[in-house]
């Protein structure tokens, strides 16, 4: 029987935040929101992380006001060593939102910048950058702005084809970006007016074809059919764009694959999700190399996508309280995941050969009494240790955490 060991906090930064409660009228805009020196420095997220085998450190992408978006933590000495990413951004590139994504071919890494300002501003924004980092070297290098005046939500790569696609934001596009030519094509436009429908993150499977969701666009009716997200699939070769009339599984379906493991009872925080109804929106895809990708919906569903058909299945229900935007695949094919909002946070493991799911909730750091507000993404180091980004705690710098399991 598994179960946690220890729960440790790595604190980059610790500004004790205030106004949260009142912020449409302290903060009636993003540019009132940055003029304030306490949020502005302080009211960092940690929002992607990537475990490098090659040094053994575990890369973070922040949400960062003032521009200091990519750090490397040591895991042995528990320090951080920022990686001078203001060398090259400008005051609208403010996160590294999903995905940094590791290239074995080059041994470099590839992420997008994202934003937070409004309208107001879009004319001086000229547009998400995509970046390659070379470690070894500690050199930058923007490849372009993919889809001009938008900003890039995440991120996918078929490396050995030479392509990286994204999902823009504010308006909903999914691109293909070539890394020989640097050109981009916008392959759809995939929202609508109702929804945000892009997934949280994206997979290329092992035959290259790219897998997200998208919008019904529904222009001849006033209202959206029963299900206005559905699933897509893209191939670069001859530019085959496959729309599924189905989405994923709600926690309302009955039929699922596994019984839900024990869970806190507490209700969904619907206050703090864009998604106030569950239409099987993709909070996190993590492809298992071979048949399956596991899905996390933001209402705290684990599913699987079968690559050979398309079908989609409800595996079971595990999060509470909601979202389930972090999970990955561990080398011996265990598969890790995480979320949960205000507090009550989970993480949770399932083995694919036994087809059990262990889930364990109050996430906690005994040392000083605090816990992670939620979580936006994980990554795994040796010895089962899981790494948890922490993101949009209001009331303090949000922390890394790790989480030792046992078993």
Not at 111 to 117: G, K, Y
Not at 260 to 279: A, L, Q, T, Y
Not at 299 to 316: C, H, Q
């Amino acid at each position: 029987m598994s179960k946690i060991t220890k729960v440790k906090a790595h604190v980059l930064k610790s500004t004790q935040l205030n106004g949260w409660e009142d912020r449409h009228r302290l903060f009636p805009s993003y540019r009132h929101l940055r003029a304030n020196k306490q949020w502005r420095e302080g009211w960092i997220s940690f929002d992607t992380l990537t475990f490098c085998t090659d040094d053994g450190n575990v890369y973070c992408g922040l949400n960062d006001m003032t521009g200091d978006l990519l750090y490397r933590f040591n895991p042995k000495s528990e320090e951080f060593t920022g990686l001078n990413t203001n060398s090259w951004t400008d005051s609208f590139d403010v996160k590294i939102h999903r995905t940094i994504l590791y290239n074995s071919l080059d041994k470099c890494f590839y992420f997008a910048t994202s934003m937070l300002h409004d309208v107001e501003d879009q004319q001086d924004a000229n547009g998400g950058k995509l970046v390659r980092y070379d470690p070894r070297i500690d050199k930058y290098e923007v490849l372009g702005v993919p889809v001009n005046k938008l900003y890039v939500q995440s991120i996918a790569a078929d490396f050995t084809r030479g392509k990286i696609y994204g999902f823009t934001y504010p308006a909903e596009c999914v691109f293909e970006f070539d890394m020989v030519s640097r050109k981009s094509d916008i392959l759809a436009w995939t929202g609508n007016a109702c929804y945000m429908s892009q997934p949280h993150n994206s997979v290329v499977d092992s035959n290259g074809w790219l897998w997200g969701t998208y919008a019904e666009t529904r222009a001849w009716d006033d209202m959206t059919g029963p299900v206005p997200i559905r699933l897509f699939k893209y191939h670069p070769d001859g530019k085959q764009f496959i729309c599924f009339d189905h989405g994923l599984p709600r926690i309302s379906d009955i039929e699922q694959l596994i019984p839900d493991p024990e869970k806190p009872d507490v209700e969904m925080e619907k206050d703090e999700s864009r998604h106030k109804e569950d239409h099987g929106f993709v909070d996190s895809m993590c492809y298992d190399g071979k048949q399956y990708i596991y899905v996390g919906t933001t209402a705290g569903v684990l599913a699987r996508i079968d690559t050979k058909d398309g079908r989609a299945e409800k595996m079971a229900h595990i999060i509470a309280s909601g979202r389930m935007p972090a999970l990955g695949i561990a080398e011996d094919g265990t598969l890790y995941g995480a979320g949960g909002l205000k507090g009550e946070t989970q993480i949770f493991k399932y083995d694919p050969n036994k087809q059990k799911i262990d889930s364990f909730c109050n996430l906690r750091d005994e040392e000083i009494d605090d816990r992670p507000a939620r979580i936006h993404e994980l990554t795994i180091g040796p010895d089962n240790t899981v790494y948890l980004a922490e993101n949009d705690n209001h009331n303090r710098s949000s922390y890394l955490w790790s989480v030792k399991l046992s078993g």
